[in-house]
T-cell receptor, first 112, second 113 residues
Framework: DGGITQSPKYLFRKEGQNVTLSCEQN?????MYWYRQDPGQGLRLIYY???????QKGDIAEGYSVSREKKESFPLTVTSAQKNPTAFYLC???????????FGDGTRLSIL | DQQVKQNSPSLSVQEGRISILNCDYT??????FLWYKKYPAEGPTFLIS?????DKNEDGRFTVFLNKSAKHLSLHIVPSQPGDSAVYFC????????????FGTGTRLKVLA
């Protein structure tokens, strides 16, 4: 059963700590995306990747980093430089022109 | 500068009646529009989409209308059911080949039994 798996579902970060959110897909999609959702706001694009070993900054990339070493995996690191990391993080993937982006179930990140 | 706007943060509708959710956009290069439905603590699920070459697309109880001259799209749900209660996001993409979506801020729909 194909889909996107995000882990963990809940994550807590201490001050000054980097944390990494996992996103794995078995849909054989080339493109993957990371979004951030804050209360009362839409989904804002953090980073995206259309092909392995290549990624681009989205609208709010500061304080975040990504890697795309494998087609199936697109981990997001929230660094200590991100001063307001508390949010719901969503990963998505995209296969071809007539299909929409498909989302995982998200990771909620909170500050201890 | 918000390119995709959903000006109604919430909407309440009686079960069985029509729900109309609205979305406005500013970028005339957008050529593909989508609606997603989201429950709390879950990822958005795709609902329906429309290409700019059409002005209407229907899928069961869900119909999306596109008015390009007004840069406006709407989602109609008929009849509304309590299970439709969720947050609905519209998204826009384009020009063709740009596989990035711009999302609106969402409208919380509550269908009253």
């Amino acid at each position: 059963d194909g889909g996107i798996t995000q882990s963990p579902k809940y994550l807590f970060r201490k001050e000054g700590q980097n944390v990494t959110l996992s996103c794995e897909q078995n849909l054989n999609h080339d493109a993957m995306y990371w979004y951030r959702q804050d209360p009362g706001q839409g989904l804002r694009l953090i980073y995206y990747s259309h092909i392995v070993n290549d990624f681009q900054k989205g609208d709010i990339a500061e304080g975040y980093s990504v890697s795309r070493e494998k087609k199936e995996s697109f981990p997001l690191t929230v660094t200590s430089a991100q001063k307001n990391p508390t949010a719901f993080y969503l990963c998505a993937s995209y296969g071809r022109g007539d299909q929409p982006q498909h989302f995982g179930d998200g990771t909620r990140l909170s500050i201890l | 500068d918000q390119q995709v706007k959903q000006n109604s943060p919430s909407l309440s509708v009686q079960e069985g009646r029509i729900s109309i959710l609205n979305c406005d956009y500013t970028n005339s290069m957008f050529d593909y529009f989508l609606w997603y439905k989201k429950y709390p603590a879950e990822g958005p699920t795709f609902l329906i989409s429309i290409s700019s070459i059409k002005d209407k697309n229907e899928d069961g109880r869900f119909t999306v209308f596109l008015n390009k001259s007004a840069k406006h799209l709407s989602l109609h749900i008929v009849p509304s059911q309590p299970g439709d209660s969720a947050v609905y996001f519209c998204a826009a993409s384009g020009p063709t080949g740009t596989y990035k979506y711009i999302f609106g801020t969402g409208t919380r729909l509550k269908v009253l039994a």
